[in-house]
T-cell receptor, first 116, second 115 residues
């Protein structure tokens, strides 16, 4: 089945640094990618949606200058958390879908981000 | 309002029993209702999904029951196993030609199946 690979799976860094998370669709072309944030024992909160070659659409309350999203190809999207602070610590999950073929939405295994 | 309400928050079932998780929605424009299973430290995995033109869909031990008039749908896990212990999320998506048709998730149900 379709696989979405997310890297890294876990990252710890100091406050003030920027962290980049990669999301790749391995066996399909993802016309649309989604980025979610999930706090412990809570549901997934959509942060932004990106279409290949276009600027991402951010949900209300999500700082686009803080969470930079790039979807440069049909198989790769990146989320960069800029100048990360402890409150940015969370579980970030990407998801991908091929809208052209009405495929289901597939999720990566998430990235655990811990900011010290 | 794009909201999906899920219950119960947690569920404990004996091995071999039936697990039932319920969801309700308000937006009648929703036209796709998937269920996801999530293990700790992993992303959600699609279990089963249904569209509103059918009232039930079964895949193995997993069944979705859909009640369009009541705007409710539920997941039934038959012969529940300890390996089914996970968090389950219902979701809904509405058809829109303009947007990317993102999923709206329920709050999740922590299922524990006792051996």
């Amino acid at each position: 089945g379709a696989v979405v690979s997310q890297h890294p799976s876990w990252v710890i860094c100091k406050s003030g640094t920027s962290v980049k998370i990669e999301c790749r669709s391995l066996d399909f072309q993802a016309t649309t990618m989604f980025w979610y944030r999930q706090f412990p024992k809570q549901s997934l909160m959509l942060m932004a949606t990106s279409n290949e070659g276009s600027k991402a659409t951010y949900e209300q309350g999500v700082e686009k200058d803080k969470f930079l999203i790039n979807h440069a190809s049909l198989t790769l999207s990146t989320l960069t958390v800029t100048s990360a602070h402890p409150e940015d610590s969370s579980f970030y999950i990407c998801s991908a879908r091929d809208l052209r073929h009405h495929q289901p939405q597939h999720f990566g295994d998430g990235t655990r981000l811990s900011i010290l | 309002q794009q909201q999906v309400k899920q219950s119960p928050q947690s569920l404990i079932v004996q091995k071999g029993g039936i697990s039932i998780i319920n969801c309700a929605y308000e937006n009648t424009a929703f036209d796709y209702f998937p269920w996801y299973q999530q293990f700790p430290g992993k992303g959600p995995a699609l279990l089963i999904a249904i569209r509103p033109d059918v009232s039930e869909k079964k895949e193995g031990r997993f069944t979705i029951s859909f009640n369009k008039s009541a705007k409710q749908f539920s997941l039934h896990i038959m012969d529940s196993q300890p390996g089914d212990s996970a968090t389950y999320f219902c979701a809904a998506r509405f058809h829109s030609s303009g947007s990317a048709r993102q999923l709206t998730f329920g709050s999740g149900t922590q299922l524990t199946v006792l051996p």
